[in-house]
């Protein structure tokens, strides 16, 4: 059982470039989440999905999600900036109660933008 | 807001030296209190989910313990294989974990 699988695990991108993370998970979780981690800040919320064909929350400056499907979870950083360097954790849970019971985490993407 | 806070930020211990880490809480309707360990490069992984004050939890050399302002994570006899970072959340009438900064526990021989 693979959980939830981020990839790259790594990656450089020049400022004004744009990426995708991925994220996948094989539980048939429906909510699923990312989270940004960075020295002395704790994980921080970017976005979450209470399930597939849903978004729930506006979507921060400078990042763009789409959940097609149970599975994926793509997190699009659009023009990047320094300012978003950081570890992104991906996370799911089962879908209900929402978010209450224990969400698995991804191994982490560490992402720098220079 | 929901407002988590972990102390201390670092803890050392000699291995078999008893402890314990805290995290006090503010939150609107907590639905539930979640420890997590993290390893260096991974991901959190998941260790306890406390509901209600006075619920308990125990796990190998860990216990968790919940009232209605904090959490205590208890580590009885630490070994060397404990050290880790442990983050604390809650989850309050939102949809999303709320994190702390996390405790950096290094256990040595």
């Known amino acids: 059982n693979a959980g939830v699988t981020q990839t790259p695990k790594f990656h450089i991108l020049k400022t004004g470039q744009s990426m995708t993370l991925q994220c996948a998970q094989d539980?048939?979780?429906?909510?699923m989440s990312w989270y940004r981690q960075d020295p002395g800040m704790g994980l921080r919320l970017i976005y979450y999905?209470?399930?597939?064909?849903?978004t729930d929350k506006e979507v921060p400056n400078g990042y763009n999600v789409s959940r097609l499907n149970t599975e994926d979870f793509p997190l699009r950083l659009v023009s990047a900036a320094p300012s978003q360097t950081s570890v992104y954790l991906c996370?799911?849970?089962?879908?209900?109660?929402?978010?209450?019971?224990?969400?698995?985490f991804g191994q982490g993407t560490r992402l720098t933008v220079v | 807001e929901d407002q988590v806070t972990q102390s201390p930020e670092a803890l050392r211990l000699q291995e078999g030296e008893s402890s314990s880490l805290n995290c006090s809480y503010t939150?609107?309707?907590?639905?539930?209190l979640f420890w997590y360990r993290q390893d260096p490069g991974k991901g959190p992984e998941f260790l306890f989910t406390?509901?209600?004050a006075g619920e308990e939890k125990e796990k190998e050399r860990l216990k968790a313990t919940l009232t209605k302002k904090e959490s205590f994570l208890h580590i009885t006899a630490p070994k060397p294989e404990d050290s880790a970072t442990y983050l604390c959340?809650?989850?309050?009438?939102?949809?999303?974990?709320?994190f702390g900064k996390g405790t950096s526990l290094l256990v040595t021989p």
């Open positions: 996370a799911s849970s089962p879908a209900y109660p929402p978010g209450t019971l224990e969400a698995f």
């Open positions: 539980m048939n979780h429906g909510y």
């Open positions: 999905s209470a399930a597939a064909g849903t």
């Open positions: 939150v609107s309707g907590l639905r539930g």
């Open positions: 406390l509901y209600s």
């Open positions: 959340a809650v989850l309050g009438t939102g949809y999303a974990l709320n």
